[in-house]
Structure formats: structure tokens, C-alpha cells
């Protein structure tokens, strides 16, 4: 089993109710991504984070890397925050990790109490790292190593990883309303799937790519007269030559416009990744 560790962004400065809301929408949605996906795993969170557990790392990374609210996910092992344990683990984990005359850092962060500070941990663990790979002519580099080992201590647990994986952050779809999404072009595509990252729920209208929206909210749904009653706003795809004649009054709702200022190339070059899952 794997263990990967999830962060959020913008979640955090919420205040503490708003910010429980979010968190439990953000943990719904990533169940349905990995359910959507095939994916089996548990999913559990503790403070800023949420672990998933799963036997098919690669596959759940995609998934998750899908789900707006997750700002970047990490493979992670993991052992007692014993500070000895840690050294120890640290000197394991680095083995087959570095390369012959190559130079390291680590970067230690701390969450809870504990009788050692972050800086004690980056210190130790370092340390432990130079003499298991001496030999291998390796060097320190704080500013910019070759390989850079992250530790994160958290309670009574010390998580190891040496990559971060970006994902789209935002915030967690179904938390801001419905908006209904006129889809039929590039432009479109693009301003249904800005507005769903800014955690709308989207009802799809049009002619448009809705599976590959899909792809980020597997409970997408197309608009109906039965649904749209729910919708706060209309969203549609215009540049601003697209604007030339435009009459709001023919709406019942504020429209809005998310790829205005974008160039067709920038839209394209977004769409394009929508549609790869980027």
C-alpha cells in the first residue's frame, strides 16, 4: 500500500466553519474522482491534510491531480516522529535515491508538540543522510540541490517524500452554487472549467466536449428546465470582439465571461489540456 499526502491552499484561510464545510466537500469529491477512475483506496484526513491509502499509486494520482481544492499530492513513507527513528529512516530512505558526487537538502517541517524544533530535524536528518551516501562523494546544497528530501512531522507520525506533485488547487467543486455553462466551442470549454475550479457546480449546456468535463466532475450534469431553476449565474465563452452586440437584458441571470481577456492561442492551449486531464 501507498500512502499519499494531500495539501490544500486556499481552504486554509477560511474560518474554522466555512473551512470544516470545505473540507468535507473537498474529501466527498475525491471519493467520487477515485471511485469515477476505478481507483481503490481509503481516504482519510487529520488537521491541513488528507491521506489516501491505495494499492495503485499511479492511477490515483491522476485522479486526484483532478480535483479542484488539492493544491499538490506527494507518495510518502512513512515512520515514528522519534527523532532518532527519523535519522535512522531518513539514512534508509535516501539509499538508491542519490547518485555519485550529487548534492542534497532537506527541508523539515513540524505540526504538534514536540521536544525537537524543524530545524533539529533538517539538521539530524541531514546528517544521517551525508554518512549513509559518504561515500558516494555527495555534498550539501541548500539553495538549489540536486535532490531535495522532504520530512514532515506531524503528531506522532514523520512522512517522508522527495517530489511534489502540482495539482490545480481552487477550491472544492459544489461549494459555490450552480452556474450554468454554455459549451460549444474551445472558449466555452475553457470557461465552464475555470468557473468549476472556483468550485461551481456546472449545469452543461450546448453542443460542446462534455465528457472530458466530465473528467473533473464525474457528477456533471446537463442543464434542464428542471435544474436550471437552481442556477445562480450564466457562464459563456466570449472574447471581447465577442461582445459587440451583446444584450444582458436577454438573460434572467448574471453572465459571465471567464476567458474575456485571453488570447485564442491561450484558450487553445488550455482546452488542449482539459481535454488530455492535465
Known sequence: MTTLLLRYAEIGIKSEPVRKRFE?????NILSMLAFDGVEAIVSRKGARFYVET???ERAVNA???VFGVASVSAAEMCSSDLEEICRFAAEYSRGRLSEGQSFAVDARREGTHPYTSIDVAREAGSAIFLANEHLGIKVNLTSPDVRFYIEVRDNLAFFFSEIIPCHAGLPIGTQGK???DVDDDRGL???WLVMKRGCRVLFRGTGDLESLRRYDPDIRECSDKNIKYALACVQGRSLNDLKGFDASAYDLPVFFPTIAMKDEEVKEIADGIRRGF
Not at 24 to 28: I, S, Y
Open 24 to 28: 468535507k466537500q473537498l474529501k466527498d
Open 55 to 57: 494499492s495503485d499509486k
Open 64 to 66: 486526484i491531480r483532478r
Open 179 to 181: 452556474v450554468v455553462a
Open 190 to 192: 475553457v470557461s465552464a
